[in-house]
């Protein structure tokens, strides 16, 4: 069987978080508003005799973004006039970028591959047709034409659905820790565009013809789309027959793709210069200070934690996929070193940090994907969760206990020590009512006694557990283990 190897490209669309739209004043409400045409202006909606003026933040963003992924920012660059007709584009044409972008080439890092960045440019986002059910026309809402849009542009170094997958990903976290856009797919703030070809081995990477797939709107869809156009374009190929140049779409519901219509070239837009915007020139000095207030990257604060904290990467992985997070545990750091410092709690500083990290990727993760809310929604605070693994670390609860702390604690936001004390969780400190329990066991339970003195080490579990069960929870599973080896002999 003839090898085929793919060649994947992609073009992201990013819409960006600025105060008001590109070339007007209108509110940036970023396509979301509840009411149509309701963000809009004589500019934005392409009256006669209005003229656009560049948006400094949504460049500055997009300048930032380009610093997040290596990028060489351009000193010189400029808008131009892309020409095509549709009912949403109010003027006829889109301002866009064409020849001198804001920002060449860069890269990024997905495992152990370097993907390539083409540009990254700056346009306008168009307004959005509504289709009324049984009607025979179409409404225009223009709340969205006019929205800073950013788009970049890949080099044809993917390979597989899910590289493709991982690098949306990670470009969907280094956004969201710049704090330009959410880039959330479903809300459309980042939509996904794939190129793919497939060539023989030993033949030139770009020979096989592309076909492009169009508005992918979901990190699982990119992956399903690219991995199932592979496998169409090498069964073609593979009946001696020739791939077409056409532009997909994803249909949901069959799980394939399906053509849309043939894909226009580049001279079809007849781009030329703006002519109501200036060039636009940038000193060394601007762009130097970008770069040195730009945030702590994912990448960086990941290995920051890794050696700073002494984390597995696993759990720094999890930790720092949201930047909301991150900062909320290096909070929780914080007030665990500053609660060591005062004697207020005992157990040693790494041993705290790993416990309030094993916490976060178990039991908090596990609260915030059963409500479906990010840290940002959660009533526990920093300080709060800080003597919750204190209490825990120095042995004032067990485990168990702590899971039903944290939990009342995520309901109410309540404070760790009165959930205790209300609940009465503190661990059993009397050794003596420890030792009648677990004779009380011990007795009730003659033939996992007997099996365990036979050798089967799994009767211990089974007669720690009915300690457990019997002290209510309370008791030190350490003690309870040391008792019970002790008067089993």
Wanted: glycine share 6%; charged share 30%; hydrophobic share 35%.
């Amino acid at each position: 069987m003839t090898k085929y190897i793919p060649v994947i490209g992609m073009e992201i669309h990013v819409e960006l978080k600025t105060k008001s739209k590109m070339f007007c004043s209108c509110k940036n409400g970023l396509g979301m508003e509840t009411e149509p045409n309701v963000n809009i202006c004589p500019v934005c909606t392409a009256q006669p005799g209005t003229l656009p003026v560049a948006n400094a933040q949504a460049i500055e963003f997009v300048q930032k973004a380009g610093l997040a992924l290596n990028c060489k920012i351009a000193e010189n660059s400029k808008f131009d006039r892309k020409n095509y007709f549709y009912p949403d584009i109010p003027k006829g044409y889109q301002i866009s970028q064409y020849d001198q972008p804001l920002c060449g080439l860069g890269h990024i890092q997905i495992e152990d591959r370097e993907i390539g960045i083409t540009r990254i440019h700056m346009e306008e986002d168009t307004g959005k047709l509504v289709h009324p059910k049984g009607a025979d026309h179409s409404l225009v809402d223009f709340n969205r034409a006019g929205v800073p849009l950013m788009e970049l542009v890949t080099e044809p170094d993917i390979e597989t659905g899910k590289e493709a997958r991982l690098f949306c990903q990670k470009l969907q976290q280094i956004f969201r820790y710049l704090e330009i856009s959410d880039a959330d797919m479903e809300k459309g703030h980042m939509r996904c565009e794939v190129n793919i070809s497939l060539h023989k081995e030993g033949e030139e990477k770009l020979s096989g013809t592309k076909a492009e797939i169009k508005n992918l709107n979901s990190f699982r869809v990119v992956e399903k789309a690219v991995d199932y156009e592979i496998l169409r374009q090498t069964e073609i190929l593979e009946k001696g027959e020739k791939v077409i140049q056409e532009t997909m779409g994803w249909d949901e519901a069959r799980g394939v793709t399906v053509t849309q219509r043939k894909k226009e070239s580049a001279h079809d837009y007849r781009y030329f210069p703006e002519p109501d915007i200036p060039p636009m020139r940038f000193a060394v000095e601007y762009v130097e200070n970008l770069r040195r207030h730009l945030p702590e990257l994912p990448d960086a604060k990941a290995k920051r934690f890794v050696e700073e904290y002494n984390l597995s990467p696993e759990n720094v992985s999890l930790i720092t996929s949201d930047r909301d997070l991150a900062k909320y545990f290096e909070q929780v750091v914080s007030e665990l070193q500053e609660k060591k410092q005062s004697g207020e709690v005992k157990a040693e500083e790494a041993k705290l940090i790993k416990l309030a990290a094993n916490y976060f990727v178990s039991e908090l993760q596990k609260h915030l994907v059963k409500n479906n809310q990010q840290i940002s929604d959660v009533k526990i605070s920093a300080e709060n969760y800080a003597e919750l693994i204190g209490l825990l670390a120095d042995g004032i609860i067990n485990s168990s206990a702590g899971q039903i702390v944290l939990e009342e604690m995520y309901a109410t936001g309540g404070d760790p020590s009165q959930i205790i004390e209300a609940k009465n969780l503190a661990q059993m400190d009397d050794s003596g009512e420890l030792e009648k329990i677990v004779a009380e066991v011990l007795a009730k339970n003659q033939k996992s006694v007997d099996d365990f003195k036979a050798g089967k080490q799994n009767a211990l579990q089974f007669l720690m557990g009915q300690v457990m069960s019997a002290s209510k929870g309370k008791a030190n599973p350490k003690m309870v283990i040391d008792s019970l080896k002790n008067k089993l002999g």
